[in-house]
DNA sequence: ATAACACTTGAAGTGTACTTTAAGTCAAGT
DNA sequence: ACTTGACTTAAAGTACACTTCAAGTGTTAT
C-alpha cells in the first residue's frame, strides 16, 4: 500500500504518517523502486493501534516507547504490559471526568430550557 | 478569598488563575487594597464549571465564547445552550473512543498473561 | 530598616503534536 | 521536451495551553 492509500485508508495526513515514522512509533517501512514507501500489512495493524491510542490522548512519547520495547522482542514482555496497564488506568480517569462533565452539562441545559419554557408562558 | 487560597482549593496554579482571567474564562476578579485579587462566590462557581470542562479537553477559545455570551445577559441563552449542546456531542465521542480503546486494552493485556502462563508451563 | 515573601504586570519561553516549507527526485501525460 | 503531480528529506513554523521570567510594589517578621 501507499502512502496515500494508507493516509485515505486511516484519515492520517501523508506527514502525519511520516511522522510517525520518523518518531518511531511504525516502522520502518519498506521503500520500493522509486524510493517510495510500501506499507506492509504489520505496518498497518500498528498504525490502527496507534490510531486507536491518540484518539483518547495517549502521548507519542510512551507509544514510541512501548513500539520500541515491541521491536526489542519477548524480553519485554512485563515492560510492554505494565505500560498497557497504566494507560487502562489513565482511561478510566478519563472516562470518570467525562462522565461527571456530562452529568453536569446535561444539568445545565435542562436548566436552560426550564429557563425558556419560563418565558413562553 | 485570596489567589493563593483559591489556587490550593482547586489545584491550578495562580499563573493560571491569572492568564484564565486575562483570557476572560472569569472574571474580573475585584482588587482589593492592595491591587491584590479578592475572589467572589461567582468566581469561584466559573472556576469549578472551567475545570470540570478543561478536564475533558473542552478547549480554551469554547470556554471563552461561552463565559462572553454568559456576560451578555440573558438575550444569549439560546446560543450558551446551543455550545453546550455541541460540547455534550464531543464528550459523546470522546466516551466512544475511550470504551473501544479499554476494550483494546484488555484484550491486549489478557493476551500477555496468556503469553507469560504459557512460559511457566 | 532591611530582608524575605507574596503579590502585580506584560512578555517571552516551553512542550506536545503536528504542519508547512524548501529543495530536490522520479514517472506519466500531452 | 516539458510540465504536472506524487513522492522524498530535513528543518522551520504553527497552535494550544500554559509556565516562567523580569521588573517592580507592598506587607510582614526580626
Not at 30 to 47: H, V
Amino acid at each position: 500500500m501507499t502512502i496515500k492509500e494508507v493516509s485515505e485508508k486511516y484519515g492520517l495526513s501523508k506527514d502525519t504518517l511520516r511522522y510517525y515514522e520518523k518518531e518511531g512509533l511504525i516502522g520502518p517501512v519498506a521503500k520500493g523502486k522509486n524510493n517510495q514507501r510500501e506499507y506492509q500489512e504489520e505496518n498497518l495493524n500498528q498504525i490502527e493501534f496507534i490510531k486507536c491510542m491518540r484518539s483518547i490522548n495517549m502521548p507519542i512519547a510512551k507509544l514510541k516507547t512501548y513500539m520500541n520495547l515491541y521491536a526489542q522482542g519477548p524480553s519485554t514482555l512485563d515492560s510492554r504490559k505494565e505500560i498497557l496497564e497504566n494507560q487502562l488506568d489513565a482511561i478510566n480517569i478519563q472516562l470518570d471526568d467525562l462522565k461527571k462533565a456530562k452529568e453536569r452539562l446535561l444539568k445545565k441545559i435542562e436548566l436552560y430550557n426550564q429557563e425558556k419554557s419560563k418565558k413562553s408562558h
